[in-house]
């Protein structure tokens, strides 16, 4: 089992920043690829980034693309999204997801654990 938690809530305005983190338990995650999705009221869970399971390849939403990095420290088992210029649109809940092998996925189903998502407000 992995346990998965989120943190770096925030109310920003528009164009400013934050960092979330993720750091997982119960086993590491170097044999799990990462993933960052949202969730908006009233929508479904969409894929945010995602990143390998050595770190060494990483792919974004085109919503996000250029705006926010995703990366991990293995060693602290810890995985970080990084979002700049933010907009009220990026309003959401955010969710970190393992799955098991190497590489990622936009696909909710392939992930094996979640964490309970951390909320970000982008004000206009």
């Known amino acids: 089992q992995v346990q998965l938690v989120e943190s770096g809530a925030g109310l920003v305005q528009a164009g400013g920043s934050l960092r979330l983190s993720c750091a997982a338990s119960?086993?590491?995650?170097?044999?799990?690829?990462m993933g960052w999705f949202r969730q908006a009221p009233g929508k479904e869970r969409e894929f945010v980034a995602g990143i390998s399971r050595g770190g060494g390849s990483t792919y974004y939403a085109d919503s996000v693309k250029g705006r926010f990095t995703i990366s991990r420290d293995n060693a602290k088992n810890t995985v970080y999204l990084q979002m700049n210029s933010l907009k009220p649109e990026d309003t959401a809940v955010y969710h970190c997801a393992a799955k098991y092998g190497t590489g990622w996925s936009e696909v909710v189903t392939q992930y094996d654990y979640w964490g309970q998502g951390t909320q970000v407000t982008v004000s206009s």
């Open positions: 119960g086993r590491t995650i170097s044999s799990y690829a």
